[in-house]
């Protein structure tokens, strides 16, 4: 069974960063692609980035420049680098995957299945 969990959100001042990790279990990250999304209070789940099963990275322009999504050597647990963080970014950080091995040009929140629990990221002085 696919399951994802998310952890290392918090309090974090502006311009301050933080690692997000979400652990797999049930397969490795060289069979699907896993992308991290995010929601703020009042607004819709977006894409944030995303990384293949082959380890090739996207961005989306909601956080450019100022993430980075990688693998651990493991290949069960891909990390979200934040920093420069932003009021604007306080939201549930969610991982998940559409069980393809590959990052979708049109992300469709409706194509994923397997979702984390989420992390509350909050960006306050």
């Known amino acids: 069974q696919l399951q994802l969990v998310e952890s290392g959100g918090g309090l974090v001042q502006p311009g301050g960063s933080l690692r997000l990790s979400c652990a797999a279990s049930g397969f490795t990250l060289d069979a699907y692609a896993i992308t991290w999304f995010r929601q703020a209070p009042g607004k819709e789940r977006e894409g944030v980035s995303c990384?293949?099963?082959?380890?090739?990275?996207h961005y989306s322009t909601s956080m450019w420049g100022r993430t980075t999504i990688s693998e651990g050597n493991n290949k069960r647990t891909v990390y979200l680098q934040m920093n420069n963080l932003k009021p604007e970014d306080t939201a549930v950080y969610y991982c998940?995957?559409?069980?393809?091995?590959?990052?979708?040009?049109?992300?469709?929140?409706?194509?994923?299945?397997?979702w984390g629990q989420g992390t509350q990221v909050t960006v306050s002085s």
């Open positions: 998940a995957t559409d069980a393809m091995y590959y990052c979708s040009g049109d992300v469709k929140i409706s194509d994923f299945g397997h």
């Open positions: 990384i293949s099963n082959t380890g090739t990275t």
